[in-house]
């Protein structure tokens, strides 16, 4: 070449050379794996991504012997960044911990690379070099892998056979050197196969080792091939294991290999887990921190390119910088650290504007239902009436048990085997809330306060809970005895009236029926403390001669009204007839809303409150609006008994005095009538009383021989003995529109109830079976039964 040549060269280098420089990018050396790894794997995708983001630098991904050969490398810098399992990589910083903190001289083994960290690294291999984590990036599970029919319980037994923990210098077989630790064994005890991943999985299918550890992800192909062969099946990692490596080494996370990940694999196996990680040295020279930092961006994007990209979704990347292990203590970056708090700050501007949404539409939805009348204001809510809600405490108690359950699940579910899933937390913290607990359930202090108020909530919530149930229970029974329809009102009670009170409560038809009692001021206190210990027995003071009075006892829905005289000293006289005058008036301003129906109710404007089948004695539902009770009135000794002729359709005079004198001179002249009154009257246990049933259609149309002679034949009749009918009536009243003027509740009822009836009597639709029995069951059953016994005959 001549000079003439040479200097047109030199001008043309000299010309060119600003545009190569800046055409190179910095280029930036990368540990990975072996060849076909999965650190390998990753690491191209990662620089696959550095270029599909446009990055301005490079990576050198460099064949590796894996974790211990990267940490290695890294802390001697021969290394920008590399991918490590995070057991080793915080083994590693725990190094340099340790080279800050130690000031003594340096020991010839440790400078020789025999430390007692993993991966054999001391604290002077550490020293100077400060590791950070970029991010986490995948995870991977320990797999027991145990030739198939073995399943092993107890580590102990791997003593006797030979085993495959990995190749020695890499980061799976850090992790089982660690395993077999926190089962009492050291490797050097056990006959293991040192050799690579596939000369393993060999031995394995000719039974030349019985188990294998293997960490990598779940659904490892080579995994799967020999379990779906049938050689080898995964076993669950002891968790007397798990427990021990995670006190000792919580670098590592409990976790589980879900159902169907491999063929065949229908169980969850509980296992512990460890992430891969990037790491990074931070620069020795400072002028090579703002470089640093901004290819630590450029890699954190490139990851995050590869987390959205479905091109790349079979090797599971997802950046983390928080929650992937139990303990965390190599620091992150502070490029990573500036990303995570962009993160979290979008992440609770989500949660605050989703809750805002929330509470917008909840807004919404109240006053929808507030204009509509569904909801009522909270002032005017009774507190009182809430907290007896049982359905207050039990929300109380489930809102409890669920919060704690993700609480508790949260905290511990990388460290704890018995919360893995929300499933065990959620069985655990049931047992904290009801008391049933296990001291040893829970490790840390905050897990542990949360179990200890779950328990004290949930025990307070139950209490409450069984209190608000109790009360209901309670409150219902004393709602039966004090309901206001088809019940027993007595007006004028006087002291010599208790019997009727106890009768009325002992064993029979009435005993059901709520009993409200209307006393005078005059009343001794000794009688009203008596009245109030009988079940079912409402007091009230008022005058019963005021109908304003007698309007909250809802007489026109009584069953019966009984209208006593007042005591002969008493100061205050009420007379029964005053008093059925304000019955009256008491239901005509009752039913002043309702609609008189019509002029066939007579001369009072009201239906009669008994039903067509029902007779008087027996005490019915009232019928629909406004209606007068029969009433049965103890009519006064010395005064004719026609003054209560105006109300003869629903008032039963009462000669009481005149009744008894009759009963007692029958019961002279007849022994036996003392005997058979006694019994019918008192409702013992041991006695039948007289009771009513409606007669079943099977009966309808038969005679009434065929009617006593099938009942009176069964042979489970419980005493059952039939007396006679209570024939139907057409009517819409209880009694006929063209009898009113003339007929009277007595008078009705003395000519529809039929005791003892001709045997050719034909038993019709409507009519009623008057019979004597033990009980009301007892004879209902009886009819039941009575229709196959028709049917047979």
Known sequence: ???????????????????????????????????????????????????????????????????????????????????????????????????????????????????????????????????????????????????????????????????????????????????????????????????????????????????????????????????????????????????????????????????????????????????????????????????????????LGAVKYLEDDPEFESLHIHHRWRGFAESEPIPIHAVAAELEDVEDRNWWLKVVGASLLALAFLLGVRRVMRRRGLLKDPLEANIEGQLSNPLIPFAGFLGIVLVATVLVWWLEHDSNARVRTLNDSFWEMNMFATGNFDTEALKTSTARFIGAAATIAGLGLLAWFTAALTNIFARDQMRIWRRLKNHIVILNFREDMLQLIRMLRSPGPMRSRPIHVVISDELPTRVRLQLARIKGVTIYQRNPEVPEDLLSLRIPRAARVIVLQSDKDAATQYHPLRVSRAVHQACSKFGIAGTVRGPELGKTGFSVAPPTQAPALAGDDSSAGPSLPVTLVEAPRLEPIEIFDPFRRWLIPIKERQLANHWMVTACVDPGFAEVFNGVVSFRDENSEAYTVPMPEWFHGKTWRTVRRTLLGLEARAGVIPIGLYRANDATLAYDVDDVEESSPQQELQKRMVVNPPLDTIVGDGDRLLAFAEDEADLRKIMRASRRAVANH
């Open 1 to 299: 070449m001549n000079s003439r040549s040479a200097c047109f060269v030199m001008m043309l280098v000299a010309l060119l050379w600003p545009w190569t420089a800046s055409a190179e990018i910095p280029t930036y050396r990368w540990g990975g794996g072996s060849k076909k790894g999965g650190f390998t794997k990753i690491s191209k995708a990662i620089a696959v991504g550095l270029k599909a983001t446009g990055a301005e630098i490079a990576i050198d991904v460099q064949t590796t012997k894996g974790s211990c050969d990267n940490i290695k490398r890294l802390l001697r810098r021969e290394l920008d960044f590399a991918l490590a399992q995070y057991d080793v990589a915080a083994e590693a910083y725990q190094a340099g911990v340790h080279a800050r903190l130690d000031t003594g001289p340096a020991d010839d083994n440790s400078a020789a690379g025999a430390g007692g960290f993993m991966c054999e690294i001391s604290a002077d291999m550490a020293a100077g070099v400060e590791l950070r984590l970029v991010t986490a990036v995948t995870d991977g599970a320990v797999h027991v892998l145990v030739r198939r029919p073995v399943r092993i319980d107890n580590f102990q037994d791997l003593r006797d056979h030979r085993v495959y923990l990995g190749r020695k210098g890499s980061g799976s077989f850090e992790t089982s050197k660690v395993i077999v630790g926190a089962a009492g064994l050291t490797v050097d005890r056990l006959d293991r196969l040192d050799s690579g991943t596939s000369k393993a999985f060999a031995a394995l299918r000719s039974s030349e080792i019985i188990m294998m550890l293997r960490t990598t992800e779940p659904g490892d192909e080579n995994i799967g091939r020999v379990i779906a062969d049938g050689v080898a099946t995964v076993n669950p990692l002891p968790a007397d294991v798990t427990e021990r490596l995670i006190d000792g080494y919580p670098y590592y996370r409990i976790c589980q290999i879900e159902a169907n990940t491999y063929p065949g694999m229908d169980v969850v196996v509980p296992t512990v887990c460890v992430s891969t990680v990037v790491l990074t040295a931070l620069p020795a020279e400072p002028t090579d921190v703002d470089a640093h930092r901004e290819a630590v961006a450029l890699v």
